[in-house]
T-cell receptor, first 117, second 115 residues
Framework: GNSVTQMEGPVTLSEEAFLTINCTYTATGYPSLFWYVQYPGEGLQLLLKATKADDKGSNKGFEATYRKETTSFHLEKGSVQVSDSAVYFCALSDPIHSGGSNYKLTFGKGTLLTVNP | EPEVTQTPSHQVTQMGQEVILRCVPISNHLYFYWYRQILGQKVEFLVSFYNNEISEKSEIFDDQFSVERPDGSNFTLKIRSTKLEDSAMYFC?????????????FGPGTRLLVL
């Protein structure tokens, strides 16, 4: 079945450091790829997504490119802030064929990022 | 901005008791989901619900689990007889009808502890 593997962490960085969180996937077909973020005490929020190969998703200074040849969707940010401290989840969409335009998400284990001032 | 809400935020129950977790999806959404995350493990899909029926369920979603949309706004997950291993964070999500690229929006979760 489909699966997502991401760097487990925890990752600890100083403010303004460069961030990479690796994510690779195994899937049949052509899934959409997502990064969700969970800030302390809150739910999962979509950070960015890409729906086809070579698409780049970006939001709040974060970027990730859908690389079909390496089955990867690594998350990057050039200069992290203390407010970026959160758990980051990579996920892919898995179609639910009986449900029309429907899919379920398959998640990685999450990576805890702590940014120190 | 509309958001998915869940109640309660925390629930403690005794093994064998029934629990109902409640969710209010975004109002114009038509697809509804439950996921769970056991501490330290992956977020796992439980069930998808559309047009008043289950579209798909995972192997975790056995006969002890059920979902319901009792009115136009709530979406509930019931666990009939809780087990210790049901302790987890349960997330509700919803999605618009438009197409299969639409985002699933998640609630803040209910942390369930079974003693």
């Amino acid at each position: 079945g489909n699966s997502v593997t991401q760097m487990e962490g925890p990752v600890t960085l100083s403010e303004e450091a460069f961030l990479t969180i690796n994510c690779t996937y195994t899937a049949t077909g052509y899934p959409s790829l997502f990064w969700y973020v969970q800030y302390p005490g809150e739910g999962l929020q979509l950070l960015l997504k890409a729906t086809k190969a070579d698409d780049k998703g970006s939001n709040k200074g974060f970027e990730a490119t859908y690389r079909k040849e390496t089955t990867s969707f690594h998350l990057e940010k050039g200069s992290v802030q203390v407010s970026d401290s959160a758990v980051y989840f990579c996920a892919l969409s898995d179609p639910i064929h009986s449900g029309g335009s429907n899919y379920k998400l398959t998640f990685g284990k999450g990576t805890l990022l702590t940014v120190n001032p | 901005e509309p958001e998915v809400t869940q109640t309660p935020s925390h629930q403690v129950t005794q093994m064998g008791q029934e629990v109902i977790l409640r969710c209010v999806p975004i109002s114009n959404h038509l697809y509804f989901y439950w996921y769970r995350q056991i501490l330290g493990q992956k977020v796992e899909f439980l069930v998808s619900f559309y047009n008043n029926e289950i579209s798909e369920k995972s192997e975790i979603f056995d006969d002890q689990f059920s979902v319901e949309r009792p009115d136009g706004s709530n979406f509930t997950l019931k666990i009939r007889s809780t087990k210790l291993e049901d302790s987890a964070m349960y997330f509700c999500a919803s999605k618009n009808l438009k197409n299969n690229q639409e985002t699933q929006y998640f609630g803040p979760g209910t942390r369930l502890l079974v003693l």
